[in-house]
Nanobody, 125 residues
Framework: QVQLVESGGGLVQAGDSLRLSCAAS????????MGWFRQAPGKERSFVAN????????NTADSVKGRFTISRDNAKNTLYLQMNSLKPEDTAVYYC??????????????????WGQGTQVTVSS
């Protein structure tokens, strides 16, 4: 059972930066596909970015491409999301997710087995 704990959220102004972290409990973290999703009030959970177990391959949603960067440190069992040039529309609860490699669409929330509790990001205009 993988436990994921996000941190780093907060209240910032438009144009500011934040770095989210997701600490994983399992030493097998390095074998998992990891993802970031977000959910704004009244909206469905949506894909932000994911990263291959090796860190070599990443995929980022068009809405955040060029502003957000996903990365991981397998030695520290930690996933990151660097968020730059934040906009009010980035306001949401951000979740990290994990799953062993397998078939399917890794941009869909249902593909993932494990989830963190979420961290709130609020961007004021």
């Amino acid at each position: 059972q993988v436990q994921l704990v996000e941190s780093g959220g907060g209240l910032v102004q438009a144009g500011d930066s934040l770095r989210l972290s997701c600490a994983a409990s399992e030493r097998t973290f390095s074998t998992y596909i990891m993802g970031w999703f977000r959910q704004a009030p009244g909206k469905e959970r949506s894909f932000v970015a994911n990263i291959h177990w090796s860190g070599d391959n990443t995929n980022t949603a068009d809405s955040v491409k060029g502003r957000f960067t996903i990365s991981r440190d397998n030695a520290k069992n930690t996933l990151y999301l660097q968020m730059n040039s934040l906009k009010p529309e980035d306001t949401a609860v951000y979740y990290c997710a994990a799953r062993s490699p397998g078939w399917g669409d890794a941009t869909r929330p249902a593909w993932y087995n494990y989830w963190g509790q979420g961290t709130q990001v609020t961007v004021s205009s």
